[in-house]
């Protein structure tokens, strides 16, 4: 076996040779034809092969210099088959001296490939996608050297933009598409009821390069060092205003990107893509598309946030090369856009005009994070866990959001969009079914009514009340208005904004939640401590029984707000019930102060506890003494009792609340309550999913708080309920184990042979 030697003409020299070729004004079969010959010729190959990945998944050869011409859209591969199959399958060159003794081999007689030993096989990589496969063969057993590779990798870029850019597409066969069109289904997990239609905006927006092949390549290689420090430098900059705001978790990731800026294989890898010709953007992009690629070979979750890492940090230098500014889409969204990122915070969520939202997809999240929250009250479809999603969506693409299954389709084929249309009509029809009882009571077949109130926390929630005809605001999240808030809202902006409240519940009920601010939920302009676990760190009460300016005012604004109503509070994350007395005390001496300077204030008033922490299961009765009424927030019990960050994706949909354990706990909230005649709610996620409502009114719930949208179809479950036979069903299967299955599946199946729409 022999190494030859290296190109001989350099992959420099090639690269303008092919700019050149790309600038004439031929057809794209010449124009390809051109290009596998140039190749060849420069690589002292004896054969050079372009195949294109089509739609059905299948590899077709679409030029070659050196292979029998006849074959030139004829010969195929599926992908994982043979070695072209191989590497568009796992995104990676292959490098053989003697191909026809790999394992994968496959002989397609119709090419005349069998006098070629050597072989050396490239990706067409854009954005992590692979859009094709390039080759290079020889007669002789050779070992293709690293500067040889590293050309072959650059020349695909060039490929990879012809096929991108639509060239290729006139060259197809009829019925046999190329991929990059292809439509797609990509399966997540619903987070927000809805359907979306509409097209592509990514949250972090790619940057196009368009400039791919250098001029000069030392002013390239300069162009790099001096991105790369200013890089270095706003990493250094944020990092060192993230110290003094003292933030926590997002400091891990800002490390991370310190190390990974001055990483020198990176470094050395962009360095060398400029040396073979690209431009520096170029060199960021062709290294930033195989880390993609690696991404998605990878399985092992530490890594693959590694390679993000990188990814990101590629992204930033784009920008630096570009002078693009960092940061999410600027300006105004265009009409029906679906905003597809890999995370978002709730806050910038509500940053984004919703008039023209139609749909939200996220790679991460989960059902209960706060962005979730946010995506129903602004009844935006949603869906997450998408594997992968932003590397697979061209801007612009035309997508469908199922917001009920939790799929979506990428560029949908006129049949999908058809049955869409369809069942868009379908949930009209259903919307209007749920309208015409909208003003009936929410009452079972055996006669308990059953209160559903709504949650809410910003303005645009509040012609809900009537549209969906809750009874009241059940949990009113009072942080949302901070959220938004670019500096703390002062006294009397809190006033006003819960006298508007008030005001448009008119006498319906509100009760509204003292600010739950730490875990998810940051305010920019809060100074923070790092913590290590901040789902159960300084947050919610405990923040505002250490910070009393803050609760005062917030309770003062209320209690102001609140003149010639009823005001109802409650405080969240209560672990002991001594937080709440001292809470009280607060309360009580606003309302002292308040009443001594002759201030109008709430007519009467009601405080209670929301049941968020598992060690108040050991304090009801404690607890129902001091309270006016009690909420369950099965969001956070459920985390805390089952030791599970309700935002880790991985560890969503794990354990089901419909669970005994979780059960127990929540039927033990609602006897106690009763019992002690202490008015009890819950107003976490599961009260607006029908088979979880039919469960809570099982065990004694009869005021529940969820999402103006789901107060329909929980509404449709309790008109078509009996209680009575379903709760010694549910506590057969809970507490005497009778059947095999889970509580969700036999729960599921009682209401199907019930006719219970769930
Ligand atoms: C809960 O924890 O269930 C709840 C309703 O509060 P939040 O989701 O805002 O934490
Ligand atoms: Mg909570």
């Known amino acids: 076996m022999t190494a030859m030697r290296g190109s001989l003409a350099g992959p420099r020299v090639l ?19 051109k290009i596998v010959g140039l190749i060849a010729a420069n690589m002292v190959a004896e054969v050079c092969s372009t195949y294109v990945l089509r739609a059905d998944n299948v590899l077709e050869l679409y030029a070659t210099e050196g292979l029998n011409p006849d074959a030139v859209h004829r010969a195929t591969l599926p992908v994982g088959r043979g070695l072209v199959g191989l590497i568009a399958a796992e995104a990676r060159t292959l490098n053989l001296p003697d191909a026809q003794s790999h394992p994968a081999f496959a002989y397609l007689p119709e090419t005349g490939e069998e006098r070629y030993h050597s072989f050396l096989g490239v990706p067409v990589l854009r954005a992590g996608r692979t859009l094709g496969v390039l080759v290079v063969q020889n007669q002789s057993y050779r ?51 809805g359907i979306g239609l509409g097209h592509v905006v990514l949250h972090e927006p790619r940057v196009v390069v368009t400039q791919l092949i250098a001029e000069d390549t030392d002013l390239e290689l300069k162009r790099l060092d001096a991105a790369l420090a200013s890089l270095r430098l706003s990493v250094d900059d944020i990092l060192a205003r993230g110290a003094e705001a003292g933030q926590g978790e997002h400091r891990d990731v800002l490390e991370a ?19 073979a010709g690209l431009t520096a953007e170029a060199a960021v992009e062709k290294v930033q598309s195989d880390t993609r690629a690696r991404i998605s070979r990878q399985t092992d979750p530490f890594l693959r946030d590694r390679l993000h890492d990188f990814d990101d940090l590629a992204n930033r230098l784009l920008r630096e090369l570009m002078g693009r500014p960092h940061g999410p889409i600027e300006g105004d969204l265009p009409d029906d856009a679906i905003i597809v990122a890999r995370s978002m915070g709730a806050a910038e969520l509500l940053d984004y005009d919703r008039s023209n939202l139609r749909g939200l997809v996220l790679e991460e999240g989960a059902p209960t994070s706060h962005v979730a929250i946010v995506a129903r009250a602004l009844g935006i479809a949603t869906i997450g866990q998408v594997h992968d999603v932003v590397a697979r969506v061209e801007p612009g693409d035309a997508i469908i959001v199922d917001g009920e299954t939790g799929e979506m389709h990428l560029r949908p084929a006129g049949d999908i969009e058809s ?66 808030a670019s500096s703390f809202p002062r006294l009397s902006e809190q006033q006003a904004f819960y006298k508007s409240v008030i005001d448009a519940s008119g006498s319906r009920p509100v009760t509204f939640r003292s600010l739950d601010v730490g875990g998810d939920k940051v305010l920019p302009y809060l100074r923070a401590q790092a913590e290590e676990n901040p789902a159960m760190g300084w947050r919610a009460i405990r923040l505002g029984l250490d910070r009393p300016a803050l609760l005062k005012t917030q309770v003062r604004a209320l209690l102001k707000a609140s003149a010639g109503h009823e005001l109802r509070l409650m405080f969240p994350m209560v672990t002991e019930v001594a937080e709440f007395q001292r809470a009280k005390a607060i309360v009580e001496r606003e309302l002292a102060h308040l009443k001594r300077h002759g201030h109008a204030i709430a007519d009467s008033l009601k405080l209670g506890v929301m049941l968020e922490v598992p060690s108040l299961l050991w304090q009801l009765d404690e607890l129902l003494q001091t309270v006016d009424f009690l909420s369950v927030g099965s969001n956070d019990l459920m985390q805390f009792m089952m030791a599970s960050d309700r935002g880790n994706t991985r560890l969503s949909g794990r354990f089901d609340p419909l669970s005994p354990s979780f059960l127990r706990a929540l039927r033990k909230v609602a006897d106690k309550a009763a019992e002690a005649g202490v008015p009890f709610s819950l107003c976490g996620e599961i009260a607006g999913r029908p088979l979880e409502a039919m469960a809570l009114i ?48 036999e729960l599921r199946a009682w209401a199907d042979s019930h006719r219970i729409p769930v």
Request: proline letters at 4%.
């Open 143 to 193: 070992s293709y050297l690293d500067e040889e590779v590293e050309a072959l990798q650059t020349t695909a870029m060039v490929l990879a933009e012809m096929i991108a850019a639509g060239e290729m597409e006139d060259l197809a066969v009829p019925g046999a598409d190329l991929d990059l069109n292809r439509p797609l289904t990509l399966a997540g997990a619903s987070f927000s009821d």
């Open 698 to 745: 099982a065990i004694g719930y009869r005021t529940l708080s969820m999402s103006p949208a789901a107060i329909g179809p929980v509404k449709a479950m309790i008109l078509a309920t009996e209680i009575g036979p379903m709760r010694d069903h549910l506590h057969n299967i809970v507490e005497k184990g009778l059947s095999g299955s889970d509580v969700r599946t």
């Open 257 to 275: 990107y310190k190390m990974f800026a001055r990483d020198r294989g990176w470094t050395r890898r962009l360095n060398e893509a400029i040396q």
């Open 15 to 33: 690269l303008r040779r092919l700019r050149e070729v790309m600038a004439e004004p031929i057809g794209a079969q010449e124009r390809l034809d």
């Open 419 to 484: 049955a869409y249309a369809d069942k868009v009509r379908f949930r009209a029809r259903r919307q209007e079914q749920y309208l015409q009882f909208r003003d009936q009571p929410a009452m079972t077949l055996d006669g308990f009514e059953i209160d559903l109130h709504m949650n809410a926390g910003l303005i645009m929630d509040l012609p809900h009340l009537d549209e969906s005809g809750a009874s009241g605001i059940g949990l009113f999240r009072t942080e949302l208005q901070f959220m938004i």
